[in-house]
């Protein structure tokens, strides 16, 4: 548990403050994360407010980018002091841009580039958008691009649990191993039994894979093999029907949506648990305080 822990928080994260989902809805995140970008979206609700979640991503995340839509107009904020607020509290690792409708003129956009370009010194940009999907989101995918918010990481890979399998046959031979990570160029089995001992760079044609509930069949080449904990472990590339690098589009779809979901799950417990936390200790703050002005 706690060395999936560590694999959850590394990484850049890059969080979308209240973004516009009517310019840029959800379904534009597993498209972030076939690029390589771990993205999410963090909105508002009635329970902690945007300040305080913003700030629980800090101590959570050594590394996070955020973009903040100032279109969004939220009760007791205003994003000019807020934004500025944490570029003084946080420095260098306070990566932050913003998003705004481009429709509001072209004066008012040279004052909010130069209000928090230059006046705040934020480092990820003024991104005007547009009511245009697909423009905006490969607009957004330019954006990410551009801030290197993949880090040293081409593709993302995700831990798979206990339902997470495969088998394929091999001179007659069934054999089956459990997947333990994932990524839509590659992945590492163990398997069961006695080690099949495979030569290297090897083609396994026809792996049945099941991703929890997800199954599809795949080809792969056997890329390395290493031994971790006195098991073997199996690294495979995934080829494609024309014999080169990568995957089928339908497969890489349902293997990139099974790789976000994965994240997705997993950042999503772990915020709303200190989000959950911090109301908690509000509450008993609150409750206590009233205690004492009883007494």
């Known amino acids: 548990m706690m060395i999936e822990k560590c694999e959850i928080i590394e990484g850049i994260k890059t969080f979308f403050i209240v973004p516009d989902l009517s310019v840029m809805p959800e379904d534009f995140l597993p498209s972030f994360f076939l690029k390589g970008y771990e993205a999410y979206y963090l909105m508002d609700d009635q329970y902690l407010d945007i300040p305080s979640k913003v700030r629980i991503l800090f101590d959570i995340f050594p590394e996070v980018i955020l973009f903040f839509n ?29 998003l705004f409708d481009k429709h509001i003129g072209e004066r008012l956009q040279r004052q909010m580039e130069r209000t928090y370009l230059y006046d705040i010194g934020i480092t990820c940009g003024c991104i005007p958008m547009e009511f245009h999907k697909a423009g905006n989101l490969k607009l957004l995918l330019g954006v990410l691009a551009a801030n290197q918010a993949n880090g040293r990481r081409k593709y993302l890979r995700a831990l798979c649990g206990e339902t997470s399998e495969l088998n394929f046959i091999r001179e007659g031979r069934k054999l089956e191993a459990k997947v333990v990570d ?22 396994a044609e026809d792996i049945q894979l099941r991703l929890g509930g997800i199954i599809c069949t795949v ?15 199996y690294v495979f590339v995934f080829m494609s029907n024309r014999g080169r690098e990568g995957l ?4 890489l779809e349902k293997i990139n949506n099974f790789i976000h979901e994965r994240f997705n799950r997993a950042v999503s417990t772990l ?3 200190a989000f959950d936390s911090e109301i908690s200790r509000r509450r008993e703050a609150k409750s206590s305080g009233k205690v004492q002005a009883r007494r």
């Not at 080809?219 to 472990?233: H, I, N, P, Q, W």
């Open 70 to 98: 100032t279109d969004r107009r939220l009760a007791n904020l205003e994003w000019r002091s807020f934004i500025q607020g944490i570029e003084e509290e946080y420095g260098d690792r306070a990566r932050m841009g913003v």
């Open 182 to 203: 994932i990524s839509v160029s590659h992945f590492s089995c163990v398997f069961g039994g006695p080690d099949p001992d495979l030569p290297m760079y090897e083609k």
């Open 219 to 233: 080809d792969a080449v056997l890329y390395t093999k290493r031994v971790l904990g006195g098991e073997a472990v």
């Open 248 to 251: 089928p589009p339908d497969i």
């Open 271 to 273: 915020i709303h648990e």
